[in-house]
């Protein structure tokens, strides 16, 4: 799903100061499978574009509140690039895109029937915690991850 954002309300609110960047990941924290994905989009920003978040972290509720996606259930991948938001396959297969070499591959599934990509999500996400568990609180970055988290 694709929503408007005003990085100005993001920016406003306090929660951000890198409006040069504007590339804004919104993960489920505790989501042992969701913290592989941060760490593999970590490995492969090359280009140092991204920034993230836990959704359940205060900075995490202030974005969601900022672009209308409050009480948000955690079931989905958030992405905001520049002035769009991106949600759960939509949200995945654009951060594709901006991942060099072979990550970058996967953004050729934006060619399959949107249902699939879908389907393929909601699976995942549904069964997430069965699959690849849950961890007791949020991620904590390292030192050397810190200026990549809000």
């Given at each position: 799903m694709r929503y408007q954002a005003h990085f100005s309300d993001i920016i406003s609110s306090g929660v951000c100061c890198f409006s040069h960047i504007m590339k804004i990941i919104l993960f489920d924290g505790v989501c042992n499978f969701c913290n592989g994905i941060v760490?593999?989009?970590?490995?492969?920003?090359?280009?140092?574009?991204?920034?993230?978040?836990?959704?359940?972290?205060e900075e995490g509720q202030k974005i969601l509140s900022?672009?209308?996606?409050?009480g948000h259930n955690l079931n989905s991948l958030i992405f905001i690039d520049e002035n769009e938001v991106f949600e759960g396959a939509d949200a995945a297969i654009?951060?594709?895109?901006y991942l060099k070499g072979v990550p970058g591959a996967f953004y050729i599934l934006r060619f399959l029937p949107r249902k699939v990509n879908h389907a393929a999500y909601n699976f995942?996400?549904?069964?997430?915690?069965?699959?690849f568990?849950?961890?007791d609180s949020c991620r904590i970055p390292t030192?050397?991850?810190?200026?990549?988290f809000l």
């Open positions: 760490n593999f989009i970590l490995k492969h920003d090359n280009d140092n574009l991204f920034l993230f978040s836990a959704q359940q972290s900022s672009v209308e996606k409050q654009s951060i594709s895109k995942i996400a549904k069964h997430r915690y069965k699959i568990g849950k961890r030192e050397e991850e810190k200026n990549k």
